[in-house]
Every structure is written in structure tokens, then in C-alpha cells.
């Protein structure tokens, strides 16, 4: 596999002179350090051991520049090997004299060979799939389908009217919980609900859609400086911002586009298992209180109350 790859531009006998050019030089090399270390001996004068060293060190000299002309003319004929690597310029990375502490080349390697088995197996998968018949492929549906006008999505521009009623037929639901509604920018709406003494939660809603949610205590301010809802500031307490990033990873889980009010009212039950924040137990370690939190966790189906750690 080497040899295919420098034979397009390499020419191969040059290129194991220039080997064996190599080993040379380093030995003539060695032999002047050798020279060095050695020093001025076996002469009885000093002038004859002065005469000696010298000439001996120029001798080694002469040896490195003589191997070093021979190693270069050996390089010129030696040739550029060819360009069509795979992996381009990053061959470059198997020259590190480090590779033991940083092996890019080979993990490189490593992830173009897999790179190379999803993309066949890729392949496989494509043709197996087309050999399938599918009842509703485009294929068997015509030209009558293209024609066919998609339908309009009806759940995203509900009336205002239903809205309120939808929200406010959940209000009578739960006692505990009281839910004001307001509309500061046009339809839009948003909810300032309060849970008991424990916590408020402004919800913003796109028609029955809720985009964002942000808890605070029962006693932080929730009102920008003109009388708005606050929709952007997050609360001074560590225990509301773990609540906040729970109910956003509630909005993810209850999905149901078809039945927008469904999951309002889901969400909102949820929302509502928090009214004991402060009282109920851990379900797994018993426990009230776990590096200074509560059970900031609610089980989506059981809404039962775990810590953050125990829920996994």
C-alpha cells in the first residue's frame, strides 16, 4: 500500500539511497562528536597532540559536508510524492516527534476508515430501502397529490375568545392557583400565575402555544420599572432557577399540536404539583433537603417529587 502510494512521484531507488545517505550522515556526524569528546590524546608533545586533533577534526568535517552534498543530490532526484491523499496537508501530523501525547494522524485515520464504513453502509441502506413498496409514496400518489392545496394549519391563529376561555375554565380547575391574563403586545397572551404563597410563574403563550416560562418566589418582583411583566430577568434564588429550567424541559415533553388546550392544561397540572415545594420528600432518598435544595424535580406522568440527582 506504501509503494502504490509513492510510486506515481517518487522515484523508489533514489529514495532508498537517500536512506542509506542518511544513516551515513548521521555516522559522520557521531564521529565528529566523537572527536570532540575525545580530545587531544595519545601524543606524547602538546604541539603533536594539538596537530592531531585538528587534523582529525577536519577530517570529520570534511566526512559530514562530503555525506551532506550526497544526501542532497540524492533529494533532488528523489521526486515529490503524489498530492491525492485522502486526508490532504493533515499527513503532515505524522511527522510529530510527540505522537504518544497528541495522535492526531492516527485518529485521523481512524475516523476517515469510519467515515468510509457509514458511508458504504449508508449506501446499502439507501437500496434496500428504494427495493420497498411504499402504499403512500410519492411515487404511487401521483400527479393528483401535487395539485392537492395543503391544508392550513388552524391551532395557530385561534380566536382570542377561546383563548380566554380555555384559560379560564383551567383557573376554576385548581383553586390554589389564580391566573391573570393580559395581552400587552396585540394577541399574544401572557399569565401571571400565582401557586398558593410558594411561587409565581409568568407564562408567555403564542395563541395557545406557551413559548417561555420563568418562576420566581411569591415575593419577587415581576414587574419591569413601567408596570410590564418581566419576562427576561431570571430570579435571585437558586431554587427558582432549577424549577425554571424544569418547566422548560415540561413545555418540550407535553406536545400534542393537534390539541393545543390539552397541553395547557397538562402543563398546568404539573405546574400545580409544586404547591409543596417546600414540604414534600424526596422519593428516593427520603430526604427534605440535598445541598440546600428541596425536591426541585416533578415527575411528568406521576408528579411525584425527587432532587435533581435522585431523579436519574
Known amino acids: 500500500m506504501a509503494d502504490g502510494a509513492l510510486s506515481p512521484g517518487v522515484n523508489l531507488e533514489a529514495f532508498s539511497q537517500a536512506i542509506a545517505a542518511i544513516q551515513a550522515l548521521r555516522s559522520s556526524v557521531t564521529r565528529v562528536f566523537d572527536c570532540l569528546k575525545d ?17 582529525a577534526f577536519q577530517e570529520s568535517l570534511h566526512s559530514v559536508s562530503r555525506d551532506l552534498g550526497e544526501l542532497e ?9 503524489s498530492e491525492n491523499h485522502p486526508l490532504h496537508n493533515s499527513g503532515l501530523l505524522s511527522l510529530d516527534p510527540v505522537q504518544d501525547k497528541t495522535p492526531l494522524y492516527s485518529q485521523l485515520l481512524q475516523a476517515y476508515k469510519w467515515s468510509n464504513k457509514l458511508q458504504y453502509h449508508a449506501g446499502l441502506a439507501s437500496g434496500l430501502l428504494n427495493q420497498q413498496s411504499l402504499k403512500r409514496s410519492a411515487n404511487q400518489m401521483g400527479v393528483s397529490a401535487k395539485r392537492r392545496p ?15 376561555d380555555v384559560i379560564n375554565r383551567i383557573d376554576r380547575m385548581f383553586p390554589e392557583m389564580s391566573i391573570q391574563l393580559s395581552r400587552p403586545n396585540g394577541t399574544s397572551a401572557m399569565l401571571l400565575v400565582t401557586l398558593g404563597k410558594v411561587l409565581k410563574v409568568i407564562v ?8 417561555r416560562t420563568i418562576v420566581k418566589g411569591y415575593h419577587e418582583n415581576v414587574y419591569t420599572e413601567d408596570g410590564k411583566l418581566d ?24 406536545q400534542l399540536p393537534q390539541m393545543p388546550d390539552v397541553v395547557v392544561r397538562s402543563f398546568m397540572t404539573w405546574l400545580r404539583s409544586y404547591i409543596k415545594l417546600f414540604q414534600a420528600p424526596c422519593q428516593r432518598c427520603g430526604k427534605f433537603l440535598q445541598d440546600g435544595l428541596p425536591p426541585t424535580w416533578r415527575d411528568f406522568r406521576t408528579l411525584e417529587a425527587f432532587h435533581d440527582t435522585c431523579r436519574q
Open 150 to 164: 395543503k391544508a392550513q394549519p388552524t391551532t395557530l391563529v385561534l380566536p382570542p375568545q377561546y383563548v380566554d
Open 39 to 55: 580530545g587531544m590524546r595519545n601524543k606524547e608533545t602538546l604541539e603533536g597532540r594539538e596537530k592531531g586533533f585538528v587534523a
Open 73 to 81: 543530490r540524492l533529494s533532488n532526484l528523489v521526486g515529490k510524492p
Open 231 to 254: 419576562i427576561w430577568s431570571k430570579s435571585n434564588y437558586q431554587v427558582f432557577q432549577k424549577v425554571t429550567d424544569h418547566a422548560t424541559t415540561a413545555l418540550l415533553h407535553y
Open 204 to 211: 408567555v403563550m403564542r395563541s395557545l402555544f406557551i413559548d
